[in-house]
């Protein structure tokens, strides 16, 4: 059955008000059927993201990998915060890039898992000591947003910046 123009909505932004993470759980849960049905409808296939959460800021990032530990086929994409409720991220590469992705990641016949880690607003993430620009392990992966990064059990592996993770075939070639 196809489904075009049901769930028209947010495109899977957690609103800034949830800032816990279960708040930000209980938003995916009720949203993340929408960007399920958008996948469906445009593949005619089955929706294979497993489990998608959010973490409103890069701070709740180890926490929220910590929960997904042993998660196979994780995934995390780094996006520009949400400007306000209801409106997108202020990175226009973000607002484009972030369906496309989630498109890619749908069509695959793995069982994906996949963290949405929101970096802040402009100024907060143009900073040369925010702590993703700081961080050993995690500077070489993320240049600039969106970012899409393959998780494994020590860290990350490989990834995908700016315009490469709008590439639906580069995507494709990251998740295997």
Known sequence: MHHAGQ?????????????????????EQTH???????????????????????????????????EL??????????????????KPSWCP??????PEILKSLAASSKHINLLRVYVGDRPTWR?????????????QFIRGVPSLVSWGSDGPLKSLGDQEAQDQELVRQ???
């Open 32 to 66: 993340l059927r929408t960007l399920a049905r958008e996948a469906v409808c445009r593949w005619c296939a089955i929706m294979v993201l497993t489990k998608v959460l959010t973490a409103p800021s890069a701070s709740q990032l180890n926490p929220m990998l910590e």
């Open 69 to 86: 530990s042993g998660a196979r086929h994780l995934y995390v994409l780094f996006l520009g915060s949400p400007v306000a409720e209801d």
């Open 127 to 139: 900073d040369p000591s925010h702590p993703l620009r700081t961080d050993p392990k995690l500077s």
């Open 7 to 27: 769930g028209q909505g947010p495109a899977g932004r957690a609103p800034a008000r949830f800032l816990s993470r279960e708040g930000a759980e209980q938003w």
């Open 93 to 98: 590469d973000c607002v484009r890039g972030e």
């Open 174 to 176: 990251l998740v295997g």
